[in-house]
């Protein structure tokens, strides 16, 4: 059994904590409330194997204090389980969360991993915990009047962002299209679906990405646990003469040691992380993957709480964190670390539904300065496409 810390970075601990807001009556929560959305896509998204996206699925929750104070957080799917996420906030969580202190975010965090554990333990119970966790961030942050990434300690609101395409189904024109689009609108990395029947064809869009970008723009290829072991073994050398700085997800997620064959094979730097939802598999898969890059998502992986516990396993083994899905939060998580990697911008624009997108300045992403996490969502726009929800308590603004 691999050894565990699962406490808090001491400076995030510090910044979100029962004591740093005063009386516990006024810090008491009085409302949660939730929003289910399915947001269409502009056109269907294919990878490997999770087949065709037409939509993502949005969760929001918004949860109020006695004092009036909110915060919100949100998770996402690929177009299956919202309706499940959103009933176990509503069902196992919301009526549990009524008066904690809601400044606490560590408590909360360790209360819902066991109010949740025997069903949970990852799964839809993992995004639903995110999601809360994210709200109380949120509050916490705003609080204190501070941008998250500054409460966090962060020394730069900005990190190194790639564009990540969901493009398995491009055509080779569309795919260079894509691409060299990225690259115009000012992104210095790039990152395509790989898992073809045929690895040839895999190989010669790689090679063409590879010629159409130049020597100079970052690349990674992600199969999304498409392969073999043997086959990732084959396809990493056929990818590697192309300049590829990692191969995500080459194999089944939960392969640890098929991982660690694979990078003693070819040599070739691995990421993965947003199939890990719990510590534990994010430090088995540390202790045992070879991994080179770690790629949590806090909308499945435990919230903030749990991003930042990855983080602080990842910083102990010397590999950047880097980040998976929704930039918009992402970029204040990736730039408050001191050994913050590439953040990925991801293809379900959950951005474009708020109402202070993330810029790209001089090739880098940078995180919003207004307090809180800066994820405002555009409740109008979004209305037409709310399939569900529930309110408990007093329902915030
Ligand atoms: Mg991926």
């Known amino acids: 059994m691999p050894a565990r810390n699962g406490a808090l970075p001491k400076r995030a601990a510090a910044a979100a904590s029962p004591q740093s807001g005063g009386g516990a009556e006024k810090l008491a929560i009085r409302g949660v409330a939730i929003d289910l959305y399915a947001v269409p896509l502009a056109r269907v998204l294919v990878d490997a194997k999770h087949g065709s996206h037409s939509h993502f699925e949005l969760v929001t929750v918004t949860i109020t204090l006695a004092d009036g104070s909110t915060g919100t957080g949100y998770t996402y799917t690929g177009g299956k389980g919202g309706h499940a996420i959103a009933a176990v906030l509503e069902h196992d969580l919301a009526e549990a969360l009524l008066g904690k202190n809601g400044l606490d975010v560590e408590g909360v965090s360790d209360f819902i991993e066991w109010h949740l554990?025997?069903?949970?333990?990852g799964g839809i119970a993992a995004f639903a915990a995110s999601a809360v966790d994210i709200a109380l961030w949120d509050l916490a942050a705003r609080r204190a009047g501070l941008p998250l990434w500054e409460l966090l300690g962060g020394e730069r609101g900005d990190c190194r962002v790639y564009h990540g395409g969901i493009d398995l189904a491009f055509t080779r024109d569309e795919l260079i299209g894509s691409v060299t689009g990225a690259v115009e609108r000012g992104f210095e990395g790039v990152k395509i679906k790989v898992g073809l029947p045929d690895l040839a064809t895999d190989a010669d869009r790689v090679r063409a990405v590879r010629a159409a970008i130049g020597d100079d723009v970052t690349f990674?290829?992600?199969?999304?646990?498409?392969?073999?072991?043997?086959?990732a073994i084959a396809a990493a050398r056929a990818f590697a003469e192309s300049g590829i700085l990692w191969f995500e997800e080459p194999t089944l997620p939960d392969d640890y040691l098929g991982f660690a064959r694979i990078a003693d094979a070819t040599g070739v730097p691995l990421a993965m992380g947003e199939n890990l939802h719990t510590i534990h598999e994010f430090g088995y898969a540390f202790d045992q993957a070879k991994l080179s890059y770690i790629q949590p998502d806090a909308s499945n992986c435990g919230g903030i709480t749990g991003w930042l516990r990855v983080a602080a396993l990842a910083e102990r083994h010397g590999i950047p964190v880097c980040s998976h899905g929704m930039h918009e939060l992402h970029v204040s998580l990736v730039a408050s670390q001191r050994h913050g990697g590439w953040m990925e911008w991801h293809s379900f624009p959950i951005e474009a539904w708020i109402l202070d997108p993330v810029t790209l300045v001089g090739g880098r992403a940078v995180a919003p300065t207004s307090p809180g996490t800066g994820v405002?969502?555009?409740r109008k726009r979004l209305a037409p496409h709310r399939i569900g929800g529930a309110s408990v308590g007093t329902r915030g603004v």
């Open 117 to 121: 554990h025997y069903v949970g333990r």
């Open 376 to 378: 405002d969502f555009d």
């Open 220 to 231: 990674m290829v992600d199969a999304n646990y498409a392969m073999s072991v043997d086959r």
